[in-house]
């Protein structure tokens, strides 16, 4: 990822020359390379044309495409980029072509995605300089929620309760470090009730209309500390680093400007290319493990977060509905949330 992040090409195990190189368009970092090939995402390969009925039906799966001529990098990014369409609305003549290294373009995407970058790639380029060796399997480490460690823990008097505890988590496969805070005296008689909220820098720090996630996060807490000071009981607050439900804050951003030309919420992330769901729901598990929480009472609007966290483990005895007031700004967004992903809104 940090490879991707600084614009270097990756040669993947598993290719028919036994590996493949793959150069990420958004930020290469040689801009005279050239390639035969593109790697990008279903999604983005339908809005050119390109993909099938069953290739469209998964946004985020890797599709192939050449053109009559070799691919530069000037010519790459606008097809990598929806938020560049209107400015470029003339592409191509592309044609998607045969992938037989799937697992190998499958984990491209992703990895992508965790580096918070457009899931596009230049495929065998020329001029793109030295490749770091992957294999495909090196995702697995990265996904595996057991490496998750708590590291330290302290006092933490907040506005909604004086009496709150602050416990960080790292993982050696993951610079994210995630945070809970424990609100209350933990007592295993005791449900706690357990609010996972996905860090969001534009609502949680800039009171951004355009989503619900401050009001939420300042709810829960409130909730929480009810709970602790009139029942006897307690409550976790997980604050989970997967900006943008984990598709990353820039990309998050694209989308925004997407959904500034019409599109919603899931058609905007799918338009990038990417998952509208990709949150880590095992180490959100794994946080709550740690902590002792293992049945709970979940505050959410949303039964997919609730089945998620019991395939991980989890028993959740009660689904407590967290439904704040829209404005003129998040009705779209929350209409969405209802008629798309399913959420228990009225």
Known sequence: MDALRH???LAFAGGPQGTITLLPVETAALAHATAPQMLISAARAATLKLANQKE???????VLI???EDFALRDALPIADPALDLGNPLKGPFKAVALDWAEA???ALELARIAGILPAFMVDPQGAGEALPIAASDLAAYADAGALKIVTRARLPVSACEDAEIVAFRSAADLREHVALVIGKQNGDRQPLVRLHSECLTGDILGSLKCDCGPQLDAALHAMAHEARDSGGWGVLLYMRQEGRGIGLVNK???????DQGFDTVEANQRLGLPDE???FPVAARMLELLGATTIR???NNPAKVRALEDAGITVSERVPHQLPDNPHNARYLATKRDRSGHLLI
Do not use: E, K, M, S
Request: glycine fraction near 10%.
């Open 56 to 62: 469209a039906a998964v946004p985020h799966a890797p």
């Open 7 to 9: 614009g270097w090409p």
């Open 66 to 68: 050449a053109g009559g």
């Open 278 to 280: 990709a949150r880590d």
């Open 298 to 300: 979940l505050l959410t």
């Open 105 to 107: 373009a499958v984990a």
């Open 253 to 259: 951003l694209r989308a925004y400007r997407l959904q």
